[in-house]
């Protein structure tokens, strides 16, 4: 048995294996795909503090070295479900069972896709997810923006300070976001918009993508949009409904956790971007796995 499980091995998780490891408990990452979560997809980072500019693989591996120099055990295995009884977890896999005294959940969120034919191929070199993070590859660039809700404005109104000129393209026939939003978004005279718009696909050349093609929901009207890039805003995708009994969720699938991580079971604590918050950065994420990891360490330390 090990004192702490994390699931999950993005910034949050691995920061967390990282400060229990350092306070003296043996930990177990469990990862289902493989160690750096969504940072991995982001071919340059230059937001992280110390360093000029790295990789998002890069930052990963050198974030695994460091808990492996430590001592960190692995499992690559998917969780199916976590119980306690007796004041010890038993985290479930597709592969067996595990125990602990303390779990620190890390799953963090998936952004949702499009579902267009090479999309998956183009992400981190064409399509974006985050404009705090890439917008700066793109200064002087035509982007376009897919989204129409808060989140998409958010990344529009950063972009249009940089980029030559941001396109929106909006399904519905009107922007869901906040009106004021609206009204700071598209008083940029480099912005325009495409509402009731289907994406239809992506128009690549021998530098990558070159720009999509649309059609008008109504009457089936299409043409290509030129661009540089491609942010998708359309929403995230939270994994926590297997451990709903255990930790509260909000209305949209995140976990009900404040900056304390803690949830309504003792010893179960929760990091980074699967958690209700409003910046989800790798920064961030690495803060919630150091709070993470330190209460529960002063959990098994009180049991």
Known sequence: ??????????????????????????????????????????????????TVQISGMELADQMMNQIIEQGVDFEIEEVTGITQENGTFTVSTDDGEHQAKAVIIATGVKHRMLGLEGEDDLVGDGISFCAVCDGDFYTDKVVCVAGGGNSALQEAVLLATKCKEVIMLQDLEFFTGEERLQEVLFANENVSA???????????????????????????????????????????IPDNIPYAELADLNDWGYFDSDENCTTKTPGLFVAGDCRSKSIR????????????ALAACRYINLS
């Open 1 to 50: 048995m090990h004192d702490i499980i994390v699931v999950g091995a993005g910034p949050a998780g691995m920061t967390a294996a990282l400060y229990a490891l350092r306070n003296g408990k043996s930990v177990l990452i469990i990862e289902k795909e493989g160690f750096g979560g969504q940072m991995t997809l982001s071919p340059k980072i230059e937001n992280y503090p110390g």
């Open 194 to 236: 495409h509402t009731n718009t289907l994406i239809k696909s992506l128009v690549t050349g021998k530098d990558g993508l070159r720009g999509v093609e649309i059609a008008d929901r109504t009457t089936g009207e299409s043409q290509v949009v030129g661009c540089d890039g491609l942010f998708v805003a359309i929403g995230l």
């Open 281 to 292: 950065q790798i920064t961030t994420a690495s803060g919630d796995g150091a709070v993470a």
